[in-house]
C-alpha cells in the first residue's frame, strides 16, 4: 500500500533522470523578473543539455541563509546553483557545501568583472562564486538644501552640515546585517580590518586594531548620539530609511541605489527624484579614501548536486552580461560586469559611474566561514547603537570575536 | 461552554486508602492498560530527542565544521554559564515571565469573576473573552509591532522621540503587553473553573459573618480554589519562560531583548552549532523541570484537581 502511494512521488522525483536534467536554482525571489528572465533565457540558450529550474527562498538574506544551511548540511542533493548572498562564500566553501569552480572556467567568469565581487567570490585562492550581480551604498544628499559634498567629505562634515540645518540623516541601525554592513566599511575607511590573513580559513586570526576599530566606532556611537539621528535608528533598516527619506525632514541618507527610482512616486516632497543628489560614501578621516560596503549575489555549484558539469555552463549563462543588463534595468541591481554600465542609460542611472567606481574600491565584508558568527558578534556588542563607549566596545568587540572565530562564542 | 466547570468536592470519601478490593486492582490494571500505548508514544516522541540533546550537548559539533567534532564533556555548559550574553538573555526571560505572569494572574482573576457573576449573555461574554487566546501569536505579535511603530504605520506613539520598540524598557513593554494581552483568557478560563468549585454556601456564610468583599476574595474564595490557581499559575509560567514567537517578530532580540530560547534557536538553526545550542536547551528544559517541581512539591499543586478527578 505505501509503495503504491509512494510510486508517483518517486517518478515525479525521477522526471529528469532519462531525458534533459533538470538544475534546480535556489536564490531568493526578486523583484522585476530578472530571475524568471535569466532562467527563460538560458533554458532557451542550452538547446535541450539542461533545465533551469526557479526554486524559490524567502526575501531576506538571513532567512535565505537559514533554509540554505540547513538543506546543505543535510546533504541535499537537489542543490544544483546557489544564489549566494556575497558574505557566505566562506562558510559555504569551507563547510564543503559548494564546489569552486574549474581553473579553466574563471577566466571566464572574472575577466572585466569589478574586483570588489571578484573578491567576494574567493577563497583561499579559488573562485567559489561567480559574480552575477551587484550593490553598494551611496551618499543620497537633497541638492535643494546642501551643496554637493566635496571628495574628502566625512561623517563628522555629514553630521555637522545637518544639525546645522535641524535636519536628519538616514542610515540603519537594526540589529541585523546591515549594522555590519555599515560597521564594516567604516573600519575598512579608517584603515582598519576584521582578519589578519582571511586567506588562512578558520585558522585566520582577528586583526581589529584599537586604533582604526575604535575610529570606526566613534563614528557611529557619534552619529547615533547626534541630534541627526532618526528616533527609529535603532530598528531602521533599508527600506525603514529610503520611507524616512521621503518624508523630507532628512538632508542626508545612506543607501543602497533602490531609493532611486522610488524617489519618484514621494509624495511628502514635490519632486524628490529631482532634488536627489548622490556621491561616494563618506569617509572616517579626511586622509583614507572611504571603502563603501558591497552587497549582490554570486552563484555556486552545490556539492551533492548530480549534475554539476550542466551547473557550470548554466552559471556561464546565467552571469552573462545581457542578463546583468536585464537585472539592472527591470530590478534595480547593479552589474559585476564592468562593460554593463556602459550600457545603462543615464536616464535611470545617472549615478553609474560613481556606482561603479564604488563597487570596484568597495571593501567586501570578512571572507571567513565563521563570517556569521563575527557580524552576531558585532551587532551582540554595538546594539543599540547610542549606548555604547567605543574604546570600551573595542575591547569588548576584540574579545566576542576572537571567542566567534572559533564559532565557540554564546551569541544572541 | 456553560458547563465545563463543576467538579463534585464536597463530601469525599475517606480513609480507604490501604485496603483495595479486587475491583479497584482490576480496574487499576486497565487503566495502565489504556494508557500504555500513549505513554510510550510519549516516550519516544519526547525521551529520544530530550536524550540526543543532552548527548549532543557534550559536543563541539558545529555542521559548518565538521571535521572539528569532538567530546568536551561540559564544556558547552561552562561556555554558556560564563558568557555575559547567557545572563542578560536569562534575566530577560524571567523578567518577562514573572511580570507578564503576575499581570495575567490579577486580569484573569478579575475576568473570571466577571464571567462567574455575569447573568445575561454568558455566553457571549464568555466567548468573547476567548477572542485574544485564539489569535496565532504571530499575528497578535505583528499587530502590537504595527501598532507602536510609526515608520510602519502605527498610529500609537506619533510624535515619541523614542518608540518604544527602539529601546530596551520600551520593547520589553511591548512584548510583556502583547503576552498578556494574548493569554490573559486561558488565565481567566483556568480561574473561571476553580470559581465554579468553591460552594456558595462557604461565600454565603461568610457573607453573614460579616466579611467584606475583599475579605471574602482573599480568605475564603481564593484559599479554597489554590489547587486551581496554582495550575493556571504552573501553566503559564511554563508557556511564558519558553517564549519565541512574540520576541521573534518584534524585536529579534534587539535593544536586549533576547530569551533563552531565542538563544537556543540562532545557536542551533543559524549558527548550527548542534553542541552549544543543545546545551542552551539542555538548560532550558532543567528550568521547566525545576519551576514545575517548585510548584508540584513546593506548593503542593494538585494538578488533578482542575480535571475533577477528584
Known amino acids: 500500500m505505501a509503495a503504491l502511494l509512494l510510486l508517483p512521488l518517486l517518478a515525479a522525483c525521477g522526471g529528469g533522470g532519462g531525458g534533459v536534467p533538470t538544475l534546480n536554482w535556489y536564490i531568493g525571489k526578486q523583484s522585476g523578473g530578472w530571475i524568471e528572465n535569466a532562467i527563460t533565457e538560458c533554458n532557451k540558450q542550452a538547446g535541450g543539455k539542461y533545465k533551469i529550474q526557479f526554486q524559490e527562498l524567502p526575501k531576506r538574506a538571513t532567512d535565505q541563509r537559514e533554509q540554505l544551511v540547513r538543506r546543505l548540511a543535510a546533504n541535499d542533493s537537489s542543490i544544483d546553483i546557489v544564489g549566494m548572498d556575497v558574505i557566505w562564500t566562506a562558510e559555504f566553501a569551507n563547510a564543503k557545501w559548494i564546489v569552486p569552480f574549474p581553473d579553466s572556467e574563471r577566466a571566464a567568469l572574472t575577466d572585466g568583472v569589478l574586483k570588489g565581487p571578484v573578491e567576494s567570490g574567493t577563497y583561499q585562492n579559488k573562485l567559489y562564486a561567480a559574480p552575477f550581480t551587484s550593490n553598494t551604498q551611496l551618499l543620497w544628499y537633497r541638492k535643494d538644501l546642501v551643496a554637493a559634498p566635496p571628495p574628502d567629505f566625512t561623517w563628522q562634515q555629514m553630521i555637522d552640515t545637518a544639525a546645522g540645518l535641524g535636519k536628519k540623516v538616514q542610515i540603519q541601525g537594526a540589529r541585523a546585517e546591515s549594522l555590519n554592513v555599515t560597521f564594516n566599511a567604516l573600519l575598512e575607511s579608517s584603515g582598519g580590518r576584521f582578519l589578519d590573513n582571511p586567506e588562512a580559513g578558520k585558522n585566520a586570526t582577528i586583526s581589529l586594531e584599537p586604533g582604526p576599530t575604535t575610529k570606526a566606532l566613534a563614528a557611529l556611537s557619534n552619529f547615533a548620539n547626534s541630534p541627526v539621528a532618526s528616533p527609529e535608528l535603532n530598528t531602521a533598516e533599508e527600506d525603514t530609511s529610503r520611507a524616512a527619506f521621503e518624508k523630507g525632514d532628512s538632508v542626508y541618507e545612506i543607501n543602497y541605489p533602490f531609493i532611486y527610482p522610488s524617489a519618484a512616486s514621494a509624495t511628502a516632497v514635490p519632486d524628490l527624484q529631482k532634488k536627489l543628489g548622490w556621491a561616494r560614501f563618506p569617509r572616517v578621516d579626511a586622509n583614507i579614501p572611504s571603502r563603501p560596503p558591497l552587497g549582490g549575489f554570486n552563484l555556486s555549484v552545490g556539492s551533492h548536486s548530480t549534475h554539476k558539469a550542466e551547473a557550470f555552463q548554466a552559471i556561464q549563462c546565467i552571469r552573462q552580461p545581457a542578463n546583468q543588463l536585464f537585472a539592472a534595468e527591470k530590478g534595480g541591481n547593479p552589474p559585476t560586469t564592468s562593460a554593463v554600465y556602459d550600457q545603462l542609460t543615464t536616464d535611470q542611472y545617472p549615478f553609474k559611474d560613481v556606482l561603479r567606481s564604488s563597487i570596484n574600491d568597495a571593501a567586501p565584508r570578512p571572507v571567513s566561514p565563521a563570517y556569521n558568527d563575527l557580524s552576531l558578534a558585532l551587532q551582540n556588542v554595538i546594539h543599540p547603537l547610542n549606548s555604547f563607549d567605543p574604546a570600551a566596545a573595542a575591547v569588548a568587540l576584540r574579545k566576542l570575536c576572537e571567542q566567534a572565530l572559533k564559532s565557540e562564542a554564546v551569541l544572541s | ?310
Open chain 2, 1 to 310: 461552554m456553560t458547563n465545563v466547570t463543576d467538579a463534585p468536592q464536597i463530601a469525599r470519601p475517606t480513609a480507604k486508602q490501604n485496603k483495595l478490593t479486587d475491583r479497584d486492582k482490576a480496574e487499576r490494571r486497565l487503566g495502565i492498560r489504556l494508557v500504555l500505548p500513549a505513554a510510550i508514544v510519549m516516550a519516544l516522541v519526547t525521551i529520544y530527542p530530550i536524550c540526543y540533546a543532552i548527548w549532543l550537548s557534550l559536543q563541539r559539533y558545529n555542521l559548518r565544521f565538521p571535521d572539528d567534532r569532538k567530546y568536551v564533556w561540559f564544556g558547552n555548559y561552562t561556555k554558556i554559564l560564563s558568557s555575559g550574553v547567557f545572563w542578560q538573555v536569562f534575566t530577560n526571560t524571567i523578567a518577562i515571565t514573572v511580570i507578564s505572569v503576575v499581570i495575567e494572574f490579577v486580569l484573569g482573576l478579575a475576568l473570571a469573576l466577571v464571567m462567574h457573576r455575569a447573568i445575561f449573555g454568558r455566553n457571549i461574554v464568555r466567548t468573547s473573552i476567548l477572542i485574544p487566546y485564539g489569535i496565532i501569536t504571530v499575528v497578535a505579535a505583528f499587530a502590537f509591532r504595527f501598532a507602536v511603530s510609526p515608520d510602519e504605520g502605527g498610529f500609537l506613539f506619533k510624535h515619541a522621540s523614542t518608540p518604544p520598540l527602539s529601546s530596551h524598557y520600551g520593547s520589553l513593554a511591548v512584548i510583556i503587553l502583547t503576552e498578556v494581552w494574548k493569554t490573559t483568557p486561558f488565565m481567566s478560563l483556568l480561574l473561571l473553573a476553580g470559581l465554579a468549585t468553591v460552594p456558595n454556601e462557604l461565600v454565603e456564610a461568610a457573607k453573614v459573618d460579616g466579611a467584606s468583599a475583599w475579605q471574602r476574595l482573599l480568605k475564603v474564595i481564593l484559599p479554597t480554589m489554590k489547587s486551581a490557581v496554582m495550575v493556571a499559575l504552573l501553566f503559564r509560567t511554563l508557556d511564558a519562560i519558553r517564549i519565541f514567537d512574540t520576541v521573534y517578530i518584534q524585536t529579534k532580540g534587539a535593544n536586549n531583548t533576547a530569551t533563552l530560547s531565542q538563544l537556543g534557536y540562532n545557536q542551533l538553526i543559524n549558527q548550527l552549532n548542534l553542541g552549544l545550542g543543545s546545551a542552551v536547551s539542555v538548560l532550558l528544559f532543567l528550568l521547566v523541570v525545576l519551576i514545575a517541581f517548585i510548584f508540584v512539591k513546593g506548593f503542593r499543586t494538585d494538578l488533578g484537581a482542575v480535571r475533577g478527578e477528584r
